[in-house]
């Protein structure tokens, strides 16, 4: 079975998505300004990449065009409503911390509770992706 492209695209820009991420937080952490036009790229890039990327990939699996084990479909499920939702709770964070900002307040810094949940949710969501990746197409041949 060959990866198909798509599969790896996501697999390797998710890692970049997730570096891009971590490097907001920090700038909000150590109060510098809040890249906007780079959350603009990164909420825009995931949606319409990654999020529409694990739907298709669910649909596939769903209809039987993708044949993999109830177990991994049980993973794959689990792993994409985690990246739902660490996607939507990274666009209302980055929302909040880009107005706190603009009122002279550094959202992730004043909430470190919730920045390092947050962060771990999402390090939490892609490392299931790349693991699921792995499982599937590297060690399942």
């Known amino acids: 079975m060959s990866i198909p492209p798509f599969s790896i695209f996501s697999a390797i820009s998710e890692l970049f998505v997730t570096a891009a991420v ?6 909000n952490w150590t109060r510098r300004p809040f ?3 780079l959350f603009i790229g990164v909420a825009l890039f995931e949606a319409f990449v990654n999020v529409v990327y694990m739907a298709r990939r669910a649909s596939h699996a769903a209809v039987g065009t993708d044949v993999i084990s109830p177990t991994m479909k049980i ?3 689990a792993h994409g ?4 939702l660490a996607y939507l709770v990274f666009v ?3 929302v909040f911390a880009w107005q706190d900002q603009r009122a002279g307040r550094f959202y992730f810094r004043d909430r470190p509770a919730l920045t390092w ?3 771990a949710v999402w390090t939490v969501s892609v490392g ?3 693991v699921l990746f792995a499982l599937r197409y590297l060690v399942q041949r």
């Open 22 to 27: 971590f490097y907001m937080v920090r700038l």
């Open 35 to 37: 890249p906007l036009p």
């Open 75 to 77: 993973l794959f499920a």
């Open 81 to 84: 409503m985690l990246s739902l």
């Open 92 to 94: 209302i964070l980055a």
């Open 117 to 119: 949940a947050f962060l």
């Open 128 to 130: 299931s992706g790349e």
